[in-house]
């Protein structure tokens, strides 16, 4: 039996820390007391920081077995893994919850909603899409903004400094180029995922202000592009930087392929700038246990009680949730008032089951085995032989493969002027050692998942295409999770 716990130092020591030490016995004597075999059950005691996440406080995950012959007596037993959250979990629901799980897993407890999958593709990622495509019905319903979901109620990457020395940056690369002749008429700078339009306000602001006193007309020549998946938050940045309207263009992309809408940008932007975008993209988690590959494999449930409610709330059978949650997904809450006028004669209405439904949904893992890492697709053309020296040389870890971010950083590379810089805002494992001491998600934030970014995958991937890529703490708020990332063209 194995006992891991993954936590950071000032969550087990201080006067805030969790006192880990009755959770881990009652664990232990549940699993001493049980009947599964000790040798092929280990524990992963996690202090999941979100509050709203996908996971109860004790969790059973399979874990199949790896690369064993049919009819070989290795092949007959189950393994097991145990996940503890430290923050939530008390000793006694620790005791009961590993004994039934380990005596009676009693899956009819729950209703799926999906089949099982790799985590990119989890029913949760529908969700995520709805909340941003309907995103204003979710902020009337809950009467606040989707950034007071963050952390502090706003972004870090909202801070005049920051643009201010960012800008500075800029005028002396034009600068540089001008005295050569070799800058072009039109300067680019593109936002991907532009919030409220904060960001862009302050960095027009100040470059203006910044263009008057240095006398190069460079605000002249500005052509500052926003990009976000949602319509809704395109708006809402529109009207804040109204008074720069000559100089900004709006687009409504995919985070994913940014080129499918930007394609006549191709090497012309000297700034791309990114903030928490990568963090809310699909994701999948490989893990390493005695040496071998796993891929998390999850499944979107209801807890019985939660889906007898839900189902009650709007007139349906039980068994019926899993198509009225996939319907709501694939239309959306007002089609869905439209079609079934019985269960949603409001909009209201069908914003409430969406809403009671994310609170409510959970994710059960196992364990596959990843027998063909260089045949695993990371995105289009990166290979799974990019994370052989990142997943071998740290031991046994689990840790995100981060698809989505890996996607729309290969695909947003190419739009980079030759002198350009992509910069982003986010919430990046910058050394794999971190997943050993905290959980790193999926979280929940309001109506979207959280992710943090696997960030030396995407170095290597910048590697291979010509890209130095460095990491630094976010500079203008002290104590912040946001890190910095740059990637510019080698020299």
């Not at 290979?383 to 071998?392: K, N, Q, S």
């Amino acid at each position: 039996m194995l006992i891991e716990l993954r936590a950071s130092d000032d969550r087990l020591r201080g006067p805030k820390a969790v006192d880990a030490a009755p959770i881990l016995t009652a664990a232990y004597r549940a699993a001493v007391d049980g009947r599964a075999d000790l040798s092929r059950l280990r524990f992963v005691c996690d202090y999941i920081q979100y509050r709203q996440n996908f996971r109860d406080p004790v969790e059973l995950r399979r874990v199949e077995p790896w690369n064993i012959e049919p009819g070989s007596p290795a092949a007959d037993g189950e393994s097991f893994e145990i996940a503890i959250d430290l923050r939530r979990a008390r000793p006694d629901a620790v005791d009961a919850g590993i004994k039934a799980s380990i005596t009676d897993p009693r899956e009819c407890d729950r209703l799926p909603l999906e089949k099982w999958g790799p985590g990119s593709r989890s029913l949760i990622w529908g969700f995520n899409t709805l909340y941003w495509k309907a995103l204003s019905l979710w902020e009337q319903s809950t009467g606040k903004g989707y950034e007071s979901a963050l952390p502090g109620g706003e972004s870090d990457a909202r801070n005049a400094e920051a643009a201010r020395e960012l800008i500075l940056r800029l005028f002396a690369l034009w600068d540089g180029l001008a005295s050569r002749r070799a800058l072009p008429e039109e300067l680019y700078v593109l936002e991907l995922g532009v919030g409220n339009g904060n960001q862009a306000r302050v960095f027009l602001d100040e470059l203006r202000r910044l263009d008057r006193e240095h006398g190069r007309g460079y605000f002249r020549r500005l052509h500052y592009l926003m990009g976000d998946y949602s319509p809704h938050v395109l708006e809402l940045a529109r009207k804040n930087v109204a008074h720069h309207s000559e100089h900004i263009s709006s687009l409504v992309l995919d985070a994913l392929r940014p080129t499918q809408t930007l394609g006549f940008l191709r090497y012309k932007a000297f700034l791309v700038y990114i903030s928490n975008v990568y963090d809310n993209l699909p994701t999948d988690e490989i893990v390493r246990i005695g040496g071998h590959l796993f891929q998390v494999e999850t499944r979107a449930v209801l807890a019985r009680s939660a889906a007898e409610s839900l189902s009650a709330s709007v007139k349906v059978k039980r068994a019926d949730l899993p198509d009225l949650i996939a319907r709501l997904l694939r239309v959306g809450p007002e089609l869905l008032c439209e079609m079934l006028p019985e269960s949603f004669p409001k909009p209201v209405d069908a914003v409430t089951f969406w809403r009671s439904a994310w609170e409510a949904l959970r994710l059960e893992e196992r364990y596959a085995p990843l027998l063909e890492l260089d045949t695993y697709q990371v995105a289009p053309d990166v290979g799974g032989e990019l994370l052989r020296p990142i997943v071998e040389a740290n031991g046994d870890v689990r840790m995100h493969i981060s698809n989505g971010a890996a996607a729309s950083f290969t695909d947003t590379l190419p739009l980079l002027h030759p002198h350009g810089v992509l910069l982003c805002h986010d919430l990046f494992v910058t050394d794999v050692h971190q997943y050993l001491n905290g959980f790193r998600g999926p979280g929940k934030y309001d109506g979207s998942v959280v992710n943090w970014v696997n960030g030396r995958l995407l170095q290597a991937i910048g590697s291979r295409r010509g890209f130095d890529v460095s990491f630094a703490p976010f500079a203008y708020r002290t104590g912040a999770n946001i890190m910095t990332m740059t990637a510019r063209a080698r020299d």
